[in-house]
T-cell receptor
Framework: QQQVKQSPQSLIVQKGGISIINCAYENTAFDYFPWYQQFPGKGPALLIAIRPDVSEKKEGRFTISFNKSAKQFSLHIMDSQPGDSATYFCAAPRDDKIIFGKGTRLHILP | DTGVSQNPRHKITKRGQNVTFRCDPISEHNRLYWYRQTLGQGPEFLTYFQNEAQLEKSRLLSDRFSAERPKGSFSTLEIQRTEQGDSAMYLC????????????FGPGTRLTVL
């Protein structure tokens, strides 16, 4: 049973555009929502995370928006750059482990 | 600190052979995790250690899989009698104690079973 559903599977955005990746969760016990970024040949790395007591968190060009009532959260990448091309995973901790979404492969056109 | 390291980075083996992977976590981290990632999927939890104690194992971890962390530092993951379905990237991560402490991932070991 997939506990964290992520969309789209792949995304192509022009340089300078806004990349938006969405995630929905089912378990209301989740209380911390990280996003991970993974480049080819590398392990995932924490990009940004949010707690559900805030609706938005911004770090540089990366913003998480959180909608607790809809059980959804999204990642926005402003002014997308070719170096942002990677796979992005939404995730949620359950007990002491991380449950990952299936990932979104993002490609930024130069 | 050089981060989490994993060896080997790539392993090709024949079906039925045994393989062992090693993970060296960030030195001050007492939690160590193993995940498996297949193509087009997110990492899936396999097991984790708090110091040398193995605290949880996923149902994905069949009897052919065994993990150890004998001195609470590095860890090994062994797969016996490998099957083609074991082909995947095996990721190791470490963190300090704490549910929301960041897990730092290594580069992974890519296993191909022929």
């Amino acid at each position: 049973q997939q506990q964290v559903k992520q969309s789209p599977q792949s995304l192509i955005v022009q340089k300078g555009g806004i990349s938006i990746i969405n995630c929905a969760y089912e378990n209301t016990a989740f209380d911390y929502f990280p996003w991970y970024q993974q480049f080819p040949g590398k392990g995932p790395a924490l990009l940004i995370a949010i707690r559900p007591d805030v609706s938005e968190k911004k770090e540089g060009r990366f913003t998480i928006s959180f909608n607790k009532s809809a059980k959804q959260f999204s990642l926005h990448i402003m002014d997308s750059q070719p170096g942002d091309s990677a796979t992005y995973f939404c995730a949620a901790p359950r007990d002491d482990k991380i449950i990952f979404g299936k990932g979104t492969r993002l490609h930024i056109l130069p | 600190d050089t981060g989490v390291s994993q060896n080997p980075r790539h392993k090709i083996t024949k079906r039925g052979q045994n393989v062992t992977f090693r993970c060296d976590p960030i030195s001050e981290h007492n939690r160590l995790y193993w995940y498996r990632q297949t193509l087009g999927q997110g990492p899936e939890f396999l097991t984790y250690f708090q110091n040398e104690a193995q605290l949880e194992k996923s149902r994905l971890l069949s009897d052919r899989f065994s993990a150890e962390r004998p001195k609470g530092s590095f860890s090994t993951l062994e797969i016996q009698r490998t099957e083609q379905g074991d082909s995947a990237m095996y990721l190791c991560a470490s963190s300090s104690s704490g549910r929301e402490d960041t897990q730092y991932f290594g580069p992974g070991t890519r296993l191909t079973v022929l």
